[in-house]
């Protein structure tokens, strides 16, 4: 069964950092992007950092040079270490494996979220 499982979320001051965990259980057989998303009330879902099926990784301009998206393979599962948290990160995260590749496996997967709130 796929599942993608977000955790980590919590509330910290402004300043403070956060580590959230996306655990993925996914095909063998198909490879995956792996994408953080965030969604602050009343907006729109936004793109957050992404780690290419080579290894290679974005990120939106808000976030760059204090998160930093990385994977541990050998347990199917990818971080977001959030530094230097600002209020305006304060939004509900969620991770989503994008498969691709042969028929089958071109599909999107969706965890169900983790609340990050930081206080100012």
């Known amino acids: 069964q796929v599942q993608v499982v977000e955790s980590g979320g919590g509330s910290v001051q402004a300043g403070g950092s956060l580590r959230l965990s996306c655990a993925a259980s996914?095909?063998?057989?198909?490879?995956?992007?792996m994408i953080w998303f965030r969604q602050a009330p009343g907006k729109e879902r936004d793109f957050v950092a992404r780690?290419?099926?080579?290894?290679?990784?974005n990120y939106a301009d808000s976030v760059k040079g204090r998160f930093t998206i990385s994977q541990d393979k050998s347990k199917n599962t990818v971080y977001l270490q959030m530094n230097t948290l600002k209020p305006e990160d304060t939004a509900m995260y969620y991770c989503?494996?994008?498969?691709?590749?042969?028929?089958?496996?071109?599909?999107?997967?969706w965890g169900q979220g983790t609340q990050v709130t930081v206080s100012s």
């Open positions: 989503r494996a994008d498969g691709s590749g042969r028929s089958g496996c071109r599909a999107q997967y």
């Open positions: 996914l095909y063998t057989y198909c490879a995956y992007d």
């Open positions: 780690v290419y099926k080579d290894g290679s990784t």
